[in-house]
């Protein structure tokens, strides 16, 4: 196990207002109105105040169904096929433990979040990392490695994924099925930043692609595209068989999520939610950052809240550009020490979700201190 690093990087900027924060996957885009009237409303009367039910509200349920109905085509049963979590990632190790017995293999990509690779171990299977390539300034799943993989309980994936950005094409899809075939694996999509999607990049959902919808275990939550961070609600949504086994092993990790913010979760996903409007302002904030950085080697990311750059091409360790940026260039910038084994530890994480295009327009100086 190794440390996140994000808060180490967050304390040392404290609260100094010229610092760019960089450093931590927060959002400064409101929530939608409605999830945050409809939680008033359930805390003013006291509804959603109870331990029951210990897998998840009904309401939130159906609406999560519902939700997956639009994103995959599938129909899941609100009650069998659906269990609230607080929070998406808190929905990871229930999984874990419901698909892998301790030593299995887990195939995740390097990078990859470090929430998800650390409770990979947490839960006594084993990460076994296929590396993204950066290919014409873009990151790619490399197809080859992913087909040398022979063993497999679980692959754990993201798309657009964190903190790289990568957004799978169905070529990439169509390879992971092939694995999950040939080796028996679940297939555990964290749905989180789906649609944080930019430009002409595909929209796939793995459910799908032939051979993955009776496969895939979907891990989905309100805190990014829905930007209800502080809200700690999310979900798992399967076939019916590990549900139940995931289901035992929910209650038993947290034993119930807050009531008054699944109601406000269950009015999110059925009202005006501004991800289309949160999308735009995330990407003319990603663009800011390429451009503001053209010349040095960060990678465009396809999706999501954060890209990377390059420490080891500018001669330098993660921790050391880190500490860098925060001392002479005022920004604060996670290295990727934890993120993966051989790719990421050479990369500093710049979130872009949290600071204004007129903010990031000062990368470029700042960026000059810092490599003075």
């Keep these: 196990m190794q440390p996140i690093d994000l808060d180490t990087v967050a304390a040392a900027a404290g609260d100094d207002p010229d610092v760019l924060r960089l450093e931590n996957l927060d959002t400064d885009i409101p929530p939608p109105p409605v999830a945050v009237a409809a939680t008033r409303e359930s805390l003013a009367a006291g509804t959603g105040n109870s331990w029951l039910p210990l897998t998840g509200l009904p309401v939130l349920c159906q609406a999560v169904a519902a939700d997956l109905r639009v994103r995959t085509g599938l129909d899941f049963d609100p009650l069998r096929q659906v269990a609230i979590t607080s929070g998406g ?12 017995e301790p030593g299995d293999p887990v195939v995740l990509t390097d990078p990859t979040y470090a929430g998800l690779l650390q409770r990979v171990r947490l839960s006594g299977a084993r990460p076994e990392l296929v590396p993204l390539r950066v290919d014409a300034g873009h990151w790619r799943l490399d197809r080859d490695a992913l087909g040398r993989v022979r063993s497999a309980a679980a692959l754990l994936l993201m798309s657009p994924s964190m903190p790289s950005g990568v957004v799978f094409g169905r070529a990439d899809w169509e390879a992971i099925a092939a694995v999950c075939e040939r080796t028996g694996a679940y297939l555990i999509y964290d749905a989180a930043m789906e ?12 459910c799908q692609v ?11 939550s309100v805190s990014k595209e829905y930007r209800m961070i502080g809200w700690r609600i999310g979900w798992i ?39 289309a409007e949160a999308v ?21 990311a396809a999706g999501g809240w954060s ?34 084994e051989t790719v990421a530890p050479r990369y500093v994480r710049l979130v872009f979700s949290n600071e204004p295009v007129k903010r990031l327009g000062e990368l470029r100086s700042r960026f000059a201190a810092a490599l003075e």
């Design 89 to 100: 990632t808190s929905a990871v190790m229930p999984v874990l433990l419901a698909t892998t």
């Design 307 to 340: 890209c990377l750059v390059d420490a080891a091409a500018l001669g330098l360790t993660a921790t050391d550009l880190s500490a860098r940026l925060l001392e002479r260039g005022r920004i604060a910038a996670t290295p990727m020490t934890a993120w993966g």
């Design 237 to 275: 949504a399967g076939p019916a068989d590990i549900m139940s086994r995931i289901m035992m092993a929910v209650i038993y990790n947290t034993t119930v999520a807050s009531g008054f913010h699944q109601l406000g979760a269950a009015a999110a996903l059925g009202g005006p939610s501004g991800v």
């Design 280 to 300: 735009a302002e995330y990407e003319a904030r990603h663009d800011t950052v390429i451009r503001q950085l053209d010349g040095l080697p960060v990678v465009r």
């Design 210 to 220: 032939d051979g993955l919808a009776e496969r895939t275990i979907i891990i989905g």
């Design 195 to 206: 649609r944080i999607v930019f430009g002409d990049h595909p929209r796939i959902n793995p």
